[in-house]
């Protein structure tokens, strides 16, 4: 007799009584996942533990992960080992890969030489995922570990049941109970592509995008990344919570299992990698996510740019300009307030840096986000105000969390950088800077906000160099023509920066004389070394000194290009320029200057 029923059988016998008088009939067709009940998942248990998860995904037709997912709320059959202490785990996020996992990337077939080894990337950071974990995060293991009806321990270890499942056993295996490193090494997570891109999220969320074929121009993330932002969705707002419930498990638990069920592979396999979702800059050598950013291409991008800048008006005017546009003021339940401005000059380095109208090639960087066409000073300063209010909110949100002392002192000469921000029904990326502060009472600067994710365009620097080939822009020499354009070069400066800088550009030049009234005096000039796009970190071949404060400034990196400051009356303009290939640590050469009308 055997030892259990044979899950198989099931199904069938019981249509064939209902059909046939009872005659045995041998099922012609794996169970499906929803007929499985209760006391077969038992069975189910059993035959995983005894001939392995691909004998049982052979025998139900889908993997053990999936058919769990069907089961009734609230059961919940240990069959992992429990997690270890959060305390007491080892969590390496250097060598975080096991064996299996790193075997799998390493026999894969990449789409690109360029690619070299290739890399894992983790579409919900570790971070992230060790906030599920930690003791002072969701508390995973110490709600596994409570005792029978605690609040959220059921939820928990169904949680804890399906991260295995989708880990699969050998991961599950090698893992040994650490829920760090199992978490880490859920191939479902995991993204194969090339190492080091340009613009890596960090903590943030590192998505798969496809293009979507019901928006011509437009992408989406894949299915598998869009259960799992739902997930990490639901951990941020968690987050916030004292207690974690059952049903706050089970929503995780629910979108963990979904995104399994999309991704292409059994349980602990890596898919193959995405290569129609990499762009690579051949000059520079650099790889880019397109993200959800439609990237139009030189061709493309040279209509758009013809188009867009037949009548573009005159915004020189506002470089220098202090006059608020936009003032706005969040307030925290604890007391906190942050007012966040937004003067003209802003507004002018936002035309200037991302919008078809107003772009200067000059100041092209290795990936540059533009708002869609017809974006001019006025509706620039439209969709400032429209989203400084969510920027503000979340600015000081971020200022908070890294606040220990319950004061705003340590705030002061602080950056901001917001990623991937929702303001105002937009997706943005914004930089502010806090200049003063005392007691809970802070205020600072907007210096750019530009858009990102679904809601930009974006082009490489050598696509924008070609793009002013064709629309016959003349490459400037040197940095003056940026530092100081007329008013004819807003509407069509060169792209002499990023596009084809000259060797001479690194050596920090003598000082020049003024060369007519439209001329510029330099009153310094400097080797800016920094990591790429990161702090500045040196400040060398001062010419003529010019005051503390500017220098200061451009070595926090405070300043970048196109800023403007004003001193006893004189403004100041900054202008950074990439030299060479932009390698881990290129050099920037950058020049101040003073306005020959001191104003």
């Known amino acids: 007799m055997d030892r259990f029923p044979r899950v198989t059988d099931r199904p069938a016998e019981s249509g064939a009584r209902a059909g046939q008088g009872g005659a045995r009939k041998k099922a012609s067709s794996p169970v499906p996942a929803a007929q499985i009940s209760p006391l077969d998942r038992k069975v189910v248990v059993a035959l995983q533990r005894g001939v392995g998860n691909r004998a049982v995904s052979s025998l139900l037709g889908t993997t053990p992960a999936v058919a769990a997912a069907s089961a009734p709320a609230g059961l919940s059959v ?45 579409k919900i950071s570790k971070e992230t995922l060790s906030g599920i974990v930690d003791d002072d995060g969701l508390r995973l293991v110490l709600s596994y570990n409570a005792s029978a009806g605690t609040p959220g321990r059921a939820g928990a270890r ?74 990490e969705d639901v951990y941020f707002r968690l987050k916030a919570q004292p207690v974690v419930h059952d049903d706050d498990w089970r929503e995780m638990t ?35 996510r397109k993200g959800l950013r439609w990237w139009p291409g030189s061709k493309g991008g040279a209509m758009l740019f013809h188009q867009d800048r037949e009548k573009p008006e005159d915004i020189q005017g506002y470089a220098s300009s202090d006059k608020p546009v936009a003032k706005q003021t969040a307030t925290s339940a604890g007391g906190f307030s942050l007012t966040l401005t937004v003067d003209e000059a802003a507004v002018h380095h936002i035309c200037q840096r991302h919008t078809y109208r107003h772009f200067d090639f000059g100041q092209a960087k ?31 949100e971020e200022l908070i969390a890294r606040e220990s002392t319950g004061s705003t002192d340590s705030w002061i000469g602080q950056e901001v950088k917001l990623k991937n921000c929702a303001a105002g029904g937009y ?122 404060e500017v220098l200061n400034a451009a070595k926090k990196d405070l300043l970048d290009h196109g800023d403007h400051v004003k001193i006893n009356g004189v403004v100041y303009t900054v202008t950074v320029v990439r030299v060479g290939p932009a390698k881990t640590d290129p050099v920037h050469s950058a020049s101040v200057t003073q306005s020959p009308s001191g104003t």
């Open 78 to 122: 240990q069959r992992h080992p429990p997690p270890t202490s959060a305390a007491t785990s080892k969590a390496d996020k250097i060598n975080w890969t096991v064996k299996s996992i790193a075997k799998q990337k390493r026999l894969m077939t990449l789409p690109d030489p360029s690619w070299g080894p290739g890399a894992l990337h983790h």
């Open 366 to 396: 290795a990936v540059n986000n533009f708002w869609p066409p017809k974006m001019d000073f006025s509706t620039a300063t439209g969709r400032v105000r429209d989203t400084l209010p969510d920027i503000t909110r979340i600015c000081l």
């Open 427 to 548: 997706t943005v990326f914004c930089t502010a800077v806090i200049r003063e502060a005392e007691g809970k009472t802070s205020r600072g600067v907007v210096k750019t906000i530009a858009p990102d994710g679904d809601s930009g365009h974006a082009f490489l620097a050598s696509q924008l160099a070609k793009i002013a080939r064709r629309l016959g822009i003349e490459p400037a020499r040197g940095p003056q023509a940026a530092a100081a354009p007329g008013p004819q070069a807003a509407a069509a400066p060169g792209p002499q920066a990023a596009a084809a800088p000259g060797p001479q550009a690194a050596a920090a030049p003598a000082p020049r004389a003024p060369s007519g009234p439209a001329a510029t005096t330099v009153v310094a000039d400097f080797q800016l070394k920094r990591k790429w796009h990161q702090e500045g970190t040196a400040l060398t071949g001062t010419s003529v000194p010019a005051p503390p």
């Open 254 to 288: 629910g979108h963990l299992r979904a995104a399994q069920s999309a991704h292409a592979g059994l349980d602990g396999v890596l898919t193959a990698p995405k290569k129609e979702q990499w762009k690579h800059d051949k000059k520079t050598k650099q790889h880019h």
């Open 158 to 231: 169904e949680f804890w049941e399906a991260c295995c499942d989708v880990a699969g056993p050998e991961v599950v295996g090698e893992a040994a109970g650490n829920p760090y490193k199992l978490l880490w090494n859920m191939a479902v997570n995991l993204s194969v592509g090339p190492p080091s891109p340009v613009g890596d999220p960090g903590i943030g969320f590192d998505a798969d995008t496809e293009p979507d074929p019901d928006r011509p121009q437009q992408r989406k993330l894949d299915q598998v990344s869009a259960h799992l932002k739902k997930l």
